[in-house]
């Protein structure tokens, strides 16, 4: 009859491999986070700047930005506020750092 493999049973080599395996795991799940959320920092800010410099370009027009970001928001399935919230980032930090 065959000893079933536990972690209660196995060498104390395989019990550090596990560990490691497991922090190697959880550790490339924390990178991929932040790699995740750094792209999505750097696409709404690039966001901002498409609209806020369209915008600078139209000045004068009455009303014109509030259309556009309308016309922006239907077209591409996003809120209104997440458009003006990324002029807003884009406004607040001109000069983005891209780390790599």
Not at 12 to 41: F, S
Not at 52 to 66: A, T, V
Request: without cysteine.
């Amino acid at each position: 009859m065959k000893t079933e493999i536990t972690i209660e049973n196995t060498s104390p080599e395989v019990k550090l491999l596990i560990e490691t395996i497991r922090t190697e795991i959880d550790q490339g799940k924390q990178r991929a986070i932040q790699a995740m959320e750094q792209e999505k920092r750097l696409t709404y800010w690039n966001v901002g700047k498409h609209i806020k410099q369209h915008l600078s370009q139209n000045q004068g027009r009455e009303d014109y930005g509030k259309y556009v970001i309308s016309q922006l928001a239907k077209e591409l399935s996003l809120s209104s506020n997440l458009l003006y919230d990324s002029v807003r980032f884009y406004d607040a930090y001109p000069k983005i750092v891209h780390a790599h």
